[in-house]
């Protein structure tokens, strides 16, 4: 089955870091464009970060540039979402989602998300 | 910075055609895409490249594109289809922004 899964989520203190995962699995993970979005409890979709098919080039949102890193592990189907001196603005559901393959961008599959909470 | 403007809800009768706006400067010289979001769900793809559907999207589900606004459209609209839905665009090579959402409501 071609599928997503994050995990990593959780409770952590206002200025702590989490490290979030994202299993690939069903698809040739190496060949395709990926991404993190996240979606504040009540609100709308943000998105976050991006990186390449080698993960040589990544880009951020200036909300989470200097403080997020992605990256990915192709040769275990793994993307990843560092998350550092995090605030209560970081609380959300984070997901993981595929860039299509088609000749412009768009995301074809997405996790089902896990849940950060950033509290005292 | 860029902003993609939707409305905050639009309301529909069954059978009937639901129109869903999204505005940004210049927005049909990008490509526009729209996902579907049900309570509690992951977000689905439903247009991509201004007007196509994915693999399994109903026909009644249709996208254009030009000028300042992007538009979703659901003909025939039925009751599963009352979700929040959000256009979302790349403003530039290194910029992805979503709209701020769209919730459908079917009566």
């Known amino acids: 089955e071609v599928q997503l899964v994050e995990s990593g989520g959780g409770l952590v203190q206002p200025g702590g870091s989490l490290r979030l995962s994202c299993a690939a699995s069903?698809?040739?993970?190496?060949?395709?464009?990926m991404n993190w979005v996240r979606q504040a409890p009540g609100k709308g979709l943000e998105w976050v970060s991006y990186t390449s098919r080698s993960g040589g080039t990544i880009y951020d949102a200036d909300s989470v540039k200097g403080r997020f890193t992605i990256s990915r592990d192709n040769a275990k189907n793994s993307l990843y979402l560092q998350m550092n001196s995090l605030t209560a603005e970081d609380t959300a559901v984070y997901y993981c989602?595929?860039?299509?393959?088609?000749?412009?961008?768009?995301?074809?599959?997405w996790g089902r998300g896990t849940l950060v909470t950033v509290s005292s | 910075s860029y902003e993609l403007t939707q409305p905050p809800s639009v309301s529909v009768s069954p059978g009937q055609t639901a129109s869903i706006t999204c505005s940004g400067d210049?927005?049909?010289?990008?490509?526009a895409c729209w996902y579907q979001q049900k309570p509690g769900q992951s977000p689905v793809l439903v247009i991509y490249e201004d007007s196509k559907r994915p693999s399994g999207i109903p026909e009644r589900f249709s996208g254009s594109n030009s000028g300042n606004t992007a538009t979703l459209t659901i003909s025939g609209t039925q009751a599963m289809d009352e979700a929040d839905y959000y256009c979302q665009a790349w403003v530039s090579s290194t910029l992805c922004e979503f709209g701020g959402g769209t919730k459908l409501t079917v009566l």
């Open positions: 210049k927005l049909g010289d990008k490509y």
């Open positions: 069903g698809f040739t993970f190496s060949s395709y464009e």
């Open positions: 989602a595929r860039e299509g393959l088609g000749a412009t961008r768009y995301l074809d599959l």
